[in-house]
């Protein structure tokens, strides 16, 4: 009989932020990233989050065999942290050459491709499975969307890819009476199976951890591995999903979140038929149960849980159709500076900077925000792929430049 496991999967990113870039710069200065602020968030997480965080899994996985976990890292991310702190890197080699802690595979750029171009998508899917298997030495198995995004045509396609599972979110609208703690498989595939984050458990780590407005602070390792326990009951997995800058960037270190982490995995391990599996390792043991159908977009991010963060207003909606217009003329440049810019500027962080929905009650989101408003984001955005068209124009001599 199988055990009782949950499923850690962390999510590693940083994206490349852009300068103010004024109407002024446009056809002079083609350097559109904020270089100085980039390094300078990066080198704080890496204190922070990274560096910490890499030493309490290598800590679990030395001190319980049965500790395992799953990881994607953005291209975006590894990048920066070649330049920046090699040996954050070098910590997550470490991780994953135990044998127990799995890389997922997902767009190089953290981008929303899916949704605007296939092919550059796909594109975008193979150099991170190239960047992983270069730098890991492992195959990538299980694919993970920007953000979570999901819906059955993207099972149909992670399927025909050849990838054996898939993640999303186990949103309430969708799952109706059914459990998230469950292996499924999605509407209209035969091969690949979907597990779906229980959000409730995650995010009490993830977002209300620290919270003293929340009935449940402080969350003590006790009630916390009792939660999971009950989750767990009748069930075969528990999806706990999550950024991994919830250690020690979302929650500070003084909240407590290392010590309680590290206490509670102790205590589910103490549990007699309690384990951890991987994604590809829980695939691997638990059959789906049945089929979940998703035919519109759902995705881990706010209340909606759907692209609206990305997409929602008319300003992100005109950028995203901007930087995707100039595929076909970019690419045929082959010019590799030029198109890394282009890639770059897909992050789907840009297009969040640009999200209104929040901007009025300046939560969390303005917290993450590099500019004074999304009205700021807007045009800085909008200014750099003005030059990325005279860089066209003017480098390369091609026609069709009004998008």
């Known amino acids: 009989?199988?055990?009782?496991?949950?499923?850690?999967?962390?999510?590693?990113?940083?994206?490349?932020?852009?300068?103010?870039?004024?109407?002024?710069?446009?056809?002079?200065?083609?350097?559109?990233?904020?270089?100085?602020?980039?390094?300078?968030?990066?080198?704080?997480?890496?204190?922070?989050?990274?560096?910490?965080?890499?030493?309490?899994?290598?800590?679990?996985?030395?001190?319980?065999?049965?500790?395992?976990?799953?990881?994607?890292?953005?291209?975006?991310?590894?990048?920066?942290?070649?330049?920046?702190?090699?040996?954050?890197?070098?910590?997550?080699?470490?991780?994953?050459?135990?044998?127990?802690?799995e890389i997922i595979s997902e767009t190089y750029y953290h981008s929303l491709a899916f949704f605007y171009n296939k092919a550059e998508f796909e594109h975008q899917v193979k150099i991170h499975k190239d960047k992983i298997r270069e730098l890991f030495g492992v195959e990538t198995s299980v694919f993970r969307n920007t953000e979570l995004s999901y819906n059955d045509e993207m099972a149909k396609w992670a399927e025909n890819y050849g990838f054996k599972g898939i993640l999303a979110e186990g949103w309430d609208p969708i799952l109706q009476w059914r459990s998230p703690n469950m292996m499924y498989r999605p509407a209209g595939t035969k091969n690949i199976s979907l597990l779906l984050k229980n959000y409730k458990l995650s995010d009490d780590v993830a977002f209300r951890f620290s919270d003293k407005d929340w009935a449940s602070w402080p969350l003590s390792a006790d009630n916390y591995n009792e939660w999971v326990n009950m989750a767990a009951d009748?069930?075969?997995?528990?999806?706990?999903?999550?950024?991994?800058?919830?250690?020690?960037?979302?929650?500070?270190?003084?909240?407590?979140?290392?010590?309680f982490y590290e206490t509670f995995v102790g205590k589910w391990l103490d549990g007699e038929n309690n384990t951890f599996y991987t994604v590809s390792g829980a695939i691997d043991e638990f059959e789906p149960v049945s089929e979940i159908?998703?035919?519109?977009?759902?995705?881990?991010?706010?209340?909606?849980?759907?692209?609206?963060?990305?997409?929602?207003?008319?300003?992100?909606?005109?950028?995203?159709?901007?930087?995707?217009?100039?595929?076909?003329?970019?690419?045929?440049?082959?010019?590799?500076?030029?198109?890394?810019?282009?890639?770059?500027?897909?992050?789907?962080?840009?297009?969040?900077?640009?999200?209104?929905?929040w901007f009025a009650d300046g939560d969390v989101h303005a917290y993450f925000s590099p500019y004074d408003s999304p009205y700021d984001a807007f045009l800085y955005y909008l200014n750099v792929v003005r030059d990325l068209r005279y860089r066209l124009h003017h480098d390369h001599h091609t026609g069709g430049l009004n998008g």
């Open 1 to 101: 009989m199988s055990k009782r496991g949950i499923v850690l999967y962390l999510h590693v990113h940083q994206p490349y932020r852009l300068r103010n870039y004024s109407v002024f710069d446009t056809a002079i200065n083609h350097d559109y990233f904020d270089d100085d602020k980039n390094e300078q968030v990066f080198r704080k997480v890496a204190d922070k989050s990274y560096r910490p965080m890499n030493a309490m899994l290598a800590k679990l996985l030395d001190k319980h065999p049965d500790f395992k976990l799953s990881l994607s890292i953005t291209g975006t991310f590894i990048e920066q942290a070649q330049m920046w702190a090699p040996d954050v890197i070098d910590g997550f080699k470490k991780l994953v050459d135990t044998g127990r802690v």
């Open 234 to 259: 009748n069930n075969s997995i528990v999806n706990l999903f999550m950024d991994y800058e919830t250690f020690g960037e979302h929650q500070w270190h003084d909240t407590g979140i290392f010590d």
């Open 293 to 357: 159908s998703m035919p519109y977009t759902v995705t881990w991010a706010d209340t909606e849980r759907d692209l609206t963060a990305w997409t929602g207003n008319s300003m992100q909606q005109e950028a995203l159709h901007y930087i995707y217009a100039l595929q076909d003329d970019i690419l045929r440049t082959g010019d590799e500076k030029l198109i890394d810019d282009w890639r770059k500027l897909q992050t789907s962080d840009n297009f969040y900077y640009i999200c209104t929905k």
